[in-house]
């Protein structure tokens, strides 16, 4: 089996590593600190298991490099691995392609366990995040009508609302104009607008800035 670990911090990496090769027989386990290198690497190396940290500063979206793995990975299990639980990006992450997601503070026994389980060929969720998800799926009708932005949807949202044009947004986010204009696009579908100013208005009333 061939491994990626993702990861921008290197006693993180080592240590998904070290249980990597613990749990399985390794043909390889490459290591990369940003999604436009593990895309490279992806390419080549053709991993079996891609273990992906949800947050990594200055790099592409987790959601973006979980559907562009999967997209050039098919067959491979991607795990989402952090120390954040926000529901929103992970559910991005999840209908993006993961196959399911762990908090690094699990034990390394159920870790090891829960890699099993999706080498198997099963979604794989910390129980944590599972009793979330299924909260929110028994919400009343009336609350799931909520408005769910990712990080980045958000970040944009806030420079936006502060008069910014996408080249702005661009230099201040570090993303390309064309990233920004996407994510632009993202937003006024989300609030079901036709303009940045409905867009701000909207959101406003929706509590989101």
Not at 91 to 105: E, F
Not at 170 to 185: D, H, I, W
Not at 191 to 204: D, F, G, P, Y
Request: some cysteine; charged content about 30%.
């Amino acid at each position: 089996m061939n491994a990626l670990i993702v990861d921008d911090h290197t006693v993180a990496r080592r240590g998904l590593r070290t249980i990597l090769n613990e749990s399985f027989v390794l043909d390889g386990c490459d290591e990369v600190d940003n999604g436009e290198d593990a895309l490279r690497l992806a390419a080549t190396r053709r991993p079996d298991l891609v273990l992906v940290d949800m947050r990594i500063p200055n790099s592409m979206p987790a959601h973006d490099l979980c559907r562009q793995l999967r997209a050039l990975l098919p067959k491979a299990r991607i795990v989402i691995v952090t120390a954040f639980d926000r529901l929103s990006e992970i559910r991005d992450c999840l209908a993006a392609g993961a196959d399911g997601c762990l908090l690094k503070d699990t034990s390394e026994v159920d870790f090891t366990a829960a890699l099993r389980t999706v080498r198997a060929g099963q979604i794989v969720l910390d129980p944590r995040v599972a009793q979330r998800l299924a909260g929110e799926l028994l919400k009343p009708e009336s609350a799931r009508g909520e408005i769910h932005l990712t990080s980045r949807e958000r970040d944009v949202l806030h420079l936006i609302a502060e008069g910014c044009a996408n080249r702005a947004i661009s230099e201040r986010l570090q993303l390309s104009e064309a990233t920004v204009k996407g994510y632009v696009s993202s937003l006024l579908e989300k609030l079901q607008v036709s303009s940045r100013l409905e867009a701000l208005v909207r959101a406003s009333d929706a509590g989101l800035i």
